[in-house]
């Protein structure tokens, strides 16, 4: 019965996706230029025969792709309707409804991400076929690819929606999406590789769960891990899915306690 | 008081402001969050330069130091656009909503009345930050500061600001011509301004003549950067910064008007 | 009236005022916004069509027009906010969207849907910086807030947030935000809307004195009360055209047709005879035998061939006319049930009562 109300909330957000397309076209744009300045600024670098990380021109090409990928995904502007929703109070109708509220908001994020794969990826194809190619790897290797990008779209919403939660205490969520960001293009390494940065900011990152977001999809992808390496990275993804999923329902019924207790 | 006289208005425009300024810090908790959170945002660029030029001494024959002072300039443009002129971002809003109605009455011009409209206080982050990086790098360029490039940097820099800030302008302008993507092409035109962190050098001859000529990006901060470091062969570019800015100035201000002819209200 | 003395400059005279909008002619969503951008069509509509008019200092005009007829539009015109697609217009011998500092100067404007005061200021900080943009003294400053206190009782309303105002609240600090640089000319658009009676009374009472003190006065208003409190003329705009402009007595002469005439009769007489006899009128049974109310269009049958009708089946006893009222008149307006043909006996424009 539940079940069927979710399907039915991803069946209309898949529809509804349209409306956002403005929001989505955007969020596209902002990560294409980025994309567009990194390609560049690497060539250069790869070229000029240093050393980045042992990363040939061809890999880091399909590294940034995947980082664009995986960073314009789930990025389709929920969050700001329902951080309006919490700062105006509007939450306290989303309550009453027979749904758990994180599960619906997830059902609507995955009606639009099938959209925002499409669409992301056929970009990302294209600058591939424009750039002379990128190196693909063999569909064992390719199908741990797609579950570990499958499981970005869990674990990126859940980043985003504990965020979100925080409009229960701030008034202003610009600042704080900005912020998470920035802290999500450090730690996942969609801004650059982990190996590349200082020592103690890639362990800082391997120990949260955002290196699971951009890192763990290009290893696999670009085959620096393999076999039990590939299976272990995921179950990683997998494991932090879970642990900010049940953090995810503990801080919704704490803030919404306050909620109650303050009278919203 | 005339307004028609610039230190008046300039003074009136500094009245609308502050008073937005006090009303926008009222909420302590948002100025915090929005410093902080600009401040990461420029600190994760920077911390891509340090990781890329911790391997090599330069990019596109350029320094980390000289890097870091093109870097800046987008920085302190973008600080300068959020915490003064943050107004001009809401003009496709005020457009559709009819909100002009009021400006278009009063004996204070539309276009600073619009701009003075609002204080992004994210922009208190990136001065901050950009400040910051400009100082550390200008400290480490090797430049003999003269009375008289001290002069030049000062109107470059001040002239590459205004270029960004006409670019906004101009494009915010579109919402009188064309309504329903009005709100895109501001921010994705922005987005293309980030292209101007990184020397032009790197790019294609395509992209440079696009950031030359037809959006002049590389004007706000790579051409005015070469200019004062006299940085290669073509450092004399940069000394044009103030006639691109002023043409920058003239048409964005055009295009302004020419929008505000077209102006409909609402409720119609 | 002003029509008949020529001595008078006019202060705001338009001329063939049209504003032609042009919307574009396009379907909803992604695939109609793509055609729009091939086709190209619009649909255009005269929102103001060759109005002309010409306004005394000193005057108060009620511009009345059910919604959609150009009232605000015909405003935004006058006071340069829209610039017109045809005609001309002159305020104070300036063009208003050519100067608009110089016509900022001489105008106050309000619109009641609508506030001028920033957001997220309190009302005093929001005076303050129109009192900066107007150059106004420190001392001519504090004489408009008292006066506007006494009359407003504006002083509770300084430190409040102007997104904190209550709809009443927020229209008295945007009267005063209005007319706060002692503009010559104002132009009000439904100043009175979600006040109190009693607030109300006092804005009429205010701006009866702003009249009466030289300024000119435009008054968009659905309320009656503010039309007969201060104008003495009246401009009534239907589908962009002004079907009437002249005194608010001229009004009755002009559009209320309908006539209602109460008689007593000596005997006892059936009211269906009565309704017989005057196939055109509306004949009910008063309150006792013989008593009638008729009902009758004055272009249909004259309140003569009433009475004769009557008077052949008894004999008159009592007789009573009701007086047609503005307010009739101008509800009729607003709700669009005005018919036109009477402009055209010449009873209508410019001539007053």
Same mark, same amino acid.
């Given at each position: 019965m539940a079940a069927r109300a979710y399907l039915c909330m991803v069946k209309v957000s898949a529809r509804t996706v349209l409306t956002y397309r403005a929001n989505f076209v955007l969020g596209l744009f902002a990560v294409f230029f980025q994309l567009l300045a990194m390609l560049y600024v690497w060539r250069l670098l790869l070229e000029s025969g240093k050393?980045?990380?042992?990363?040939t021109w061809p890999q880091m090409k399909a590294y940034l792709l995947v980082a664009f990928v995986t960073s314009s995904? $789930? &990025? *389709?502007?929920g969050d700001f309707r329902m951080a309006a929703r919490i700062r105006d109070g509007l939450v306290s109708l989303d309550? $009453?409804?027979? $749904?758990?509220y994180q599960t619906a908001r997830f059902a609507e994020t995955v009606g639009r991400a099938a959209l925002e794969l499409a669409v992301t990826f056929a970009v990302a194809g294209s600058i591939a076929l424009v750039t002379g190619g990128i190196p693909v790897p063999d569909l064992p290797q390719l199908l741990l690819f797609a579950v570990s990008i499958a499981a970005v779209v869990p674990l990126k919403f859940l980043v985003v929606y504990l965020s979100t939660l925080l409009c229960f205490w701030t008034q202003n969520y610009m600042g704080v999406a900005w912020a998470r960001t920035s802290l999500v293009a450090l730690l996942s390494? &969609?801004?650059?590789?982990? $190996?590349?940065?200082p020592s103690w900011l890639q362990t800082t990152a391997m120990l949260l769960?955002? *290196? &699971?977001?951009?890192a763990t999809p290009a290893a696999i992808y670009l085959g620096q891990a393999t076999g039990g390496e590939a299976l272990g990275l995921l179950l990683t993804q997998a494991g932090w899915v879970t642990v900010l999923w049940v953090a995810g329902r503990l801080v919704w019924r704490f803030a919404v306690r306050q909620l109650t207790v303050h009278g919203g | 008081m005339t307004t028609t006289r610039p230190i008046a208005t300039a003074r009136m425009y500094r009245r609308c402001l502050g008073a937005h300024l006090r009303a926008a810090l009222e909420y302590e908790a948002d100025f915090w969050i929005l410093v902080v959170a600009s401040i990461m945002m420029q600190a994760t660029g920077v911390i891509f330069l340090g990781a890329v030029f911790a391997r090599i001494p330069t990019l596109a024959g350029w320094t980390l130091a000289e890097v870091v002072l093109i870097y800046s300039l987008v920085v302190i443009a973008e600080g300068v656009g959020s915490l003064c002129f943050e107004g001009t971002w809401y003009l496709p809003w005020m457009v559709n909503q009819g909100d002009l109605d009021y400006t278009l009455v009063r004996p204070y011009p539309v276009v600073l009345q619009t701009m003075s409209g609002? =204080?992004?206080?994210n922009g208190v982050g990136n001065l901050l930050t950009g400040g910051l990086l400009m100082a550390w790098s200008l400290s480490r360029v090797? =430049?003999?500061?003269s009375p008289l490039r001290i002069a030049l940097a000062v109107a470059l820099f001040l002239s590459a600001v205004l270029i960004k800030l006409s670019v906004t302008l101009a494009s915010t302008s579109a919402c009188f011509w064309v309504f329903g993507a009005s709100f895109m092409l501001p921010t994705a035109l922005h987005q293309v301004g980030e292209?101007?962190?990184?020397?032009?050098? =790197?790019?294609?001859a395509g992209i440079r003549v696009a950031l030359t000529v037809?959006?002049?990006?590389?004007?706000?901060s790579f051409y005015p950067a070469a200019a004062v470091l006299g940085?290669?062969?073509?450092?004399? =570019?940069?000394?044009?910064t103030p006639l691109v800015a002023g043409y920058c100035v003239v048409v964005a201000g055009a295009v302004f008007r020419r929008g505000l002819r077209r102006y409909e209200s609402s409720g119609n | 009236m002003p029509a008949a003395t020529m001595a008078v400059m006019p202060v705001i005279e338009a001329r063939e005022l049209t504003k032609v909008f042009r919307r574009p002619d396009k379907s909803e969503g992604l695939r109609g916004s793509l055609r729009h951008l091939v086709t190209r069509r619009y649909t255009t509509t005269s929102?103001?069509?060759h109005v002309s008019l010409s306004i005394e200092p000193g005057e108060a005009v009620a511009y009345v027009g059910p919604n959609g007829a150009g009232k605000s539009t015909t405003v935004k015109l006058l006071s340069g906010i829209l610039v017109p697609t045809s005609g001309e217009v002159v305020v104070g011998g300036i063009v208003p969207h050519r100067d608009r500092i110089a016509n900022a100067r001489q105008v106050g404007v309000l619109? !009641?849907?609508?506030?001028?005061? @920033? @957001?997220?200021?309190p009302v005093r900080e929001s005076l303050a910086l129109l009192r900066d943009m107007y150059g106004i003294g420190p001392a001519d400053y504090r004489a408009q807030l008292a006066r506007f206190d006494e009359v407003l009782e504006l002083g509770e309303l300084l430190p409040v947030t102007a997104r904190k105002l209550s709809l009443g609240q927020r229209m008295r600090a945007d009267l005063a935000a209005a007319l706060l640089h002692r503009p010559g000319i104002v132009y009000l658009d439904e100043?009175?809307? !979600?006040?109190?009676i009693a607030v109300k009374d006092r804005v009429r009472d205010f701006l009866r004195r702003l009249v009466a003190d030289g300024t000119t006065l435009i008054l968009t208003t659905h309320d009656l009360g503010d039309i007969e409190d201060v104008c003495r003329r009246i401009a009534i705009i239907d589908g962009g055209r002004i079907i009437y402009d002249g005194g608010l007595d001229g009004v009755k002469d002009t559009f209320a047709r309908e006539r209602c005439m109460h008689v007593r009769l000596t005997t006892d007489v059936d009211p269906q005879s009565v309704a017989a006899l005057l196939p055109d009128a509306e004949v009910t049974p008063g309150g006792s035998p013989g008593e009638f109310t008729i009902r009758f269009d004055r272009f249909v049958l004259t309140a003569g061939q009433v009475i004769a009708t009557a008077s052949s089946l008894a004999e008159i006893d009592d007789l009573l006319i009701d007086e047609p009222a503005i307010e009739d008149v101008v509800r009729k307006v607003y709700s669009g049930e005005l018919e036109l043909e009477p402009a055209e006996d010449g009873v209508g424009a410019g001539v007053g009562a």
């Open positions: 050393d980045f990380g042992g990363y995904l $789930v &990025s *389709a502007y309550l $009453v409804k027979p $749904v758990t390494g &969609s801004l650059i590789p982990l $190996v590349l940065l769960p955002f *290196a &699971s977001l951009t | 609002a =204080v992004g206080l090797d =430049v003999d500061w292209l101007a962190k990184y020397p032009v050098s =790197v790019y294609s037809v959006i002049p990006f590389a004007f706000v940085h290669g062969q073509d450092s004399w =570019v940069g000394l044009l | 929102a103001v069509d619109f !009641g849907q609508r506030t001028q005061l @920033w @957001w997220d200021l100043p009175t809307i !979600g006040l109190d």
